[in-house]
């Protein structure tokens, strides 16, 4: 079965930097994008951005262009999403999803909460 | 503020009825597909509806779907206290050149 699975909680200094990675299995990983989406508290969901493991091209939201760089690693199926300059409303938990159907997200990791305090 | 509007909450007795709406515009859901995902808090998000009206594997049937124009819907029927979590909808947005998602809706079962 498809699963997604992210690394551990990280807190984090304001203004520096936090990778998040995202261990696949259960299909063929570069076949399917990933996406990043995250969710302040008291907050929705908000899409980060995506990458392509099959070639590495990647689309990031205007919000945090120039602070976000994605990655992927094929030989061990993994995922990684940094955010530098981390700001006191990048806290928040950060998904994995990977890409389904007609633009949808058809599994997700489980969440990595990634706070930023002073 | 979100791209795509939901209303905040909504609610209904075991075996009601229920309507999530979700509105947009011609940039997103006018020209693209709707999809929704139920969030349960401290979990993981799960695909209930996409390209509009399809469901999953493994979603009932008691779960749908439905776009026009601008605007989509999330129709639970035969509610149940499982049901109770948050609701998302999202679709691609021509102009941001990415997905947008609603601001939520809490579904409460009463």
């Known amino acids: 079965q498809v699963q997604l699975l992210q690394s551990g909680a990280e807190v984090k200094k304001s203004g520096a930097s936090v990778k998040v990675s995202c261990k696949a299995s259960?299909?063929?990983?570069?076949?399917?994008?990933i996406n990043w989406v995250r969710q302040a508290p008291g907050h929705g969901l908000e899409w980060m951005g995506w990458i392509s493991p099959y070639n590495g091209n990647t689309n990031y939201a205007q919000k945090v262009q120039g602070r976000l760089t994605m990655t992927t690693d094929t030989s061990t199926s993994t995922a990684y999403m940094e955010l530098r300059s981390l700001r006191y409303d990048d806290t928040a938990v950060y998904y994995c999803?990977?890409?389904?159907?007609?633009?949808?997200?058809?599994?997700w990791g489980q969440g990595t909460l990634v706070t930023v305090s002073s | 503020q979100s791209v795509l509007t939901q209303p905040p909450s909504a609610s209904g007795t075991p075996g009601q009825w229920v309507t999530i709406s979700c509105s947009g515009s011609?940039?997103?859901?006018?020209?693209?597909?709707v999809n929704w995902y139920q969030h349960l808090p401290g979990t993981a998000p799960k695909l209930l509806i996409y390209?509009?009206?399809h469901r999953p594997s493994g979603v009932p049937d008691r779960v749908s779907g439905s776009k026009s124009g601008t605007s989509a819907s999330l129709a639970i029927s035969g509610l149940q206290s499982e049901d109770e979590a948050d609701y998302y909808c999202a679709a691609w947005d021509d102009s941001l050149n990415g997905p947008v998602f609603g601001g939520g809706t809490k579904l409460t079962v009463l």
């Open positions: 390209r509009n009206s």
């Open positions: 999803a990977k890409d389904g159907p007609d633009s949808s997200f058809d599994y």
């Open positions: 259960g299909y063929s990983f570069p076949n399917s994008g």
């Open positions: 011609t940039s997103n859901i006018g020209t693209n597909d």
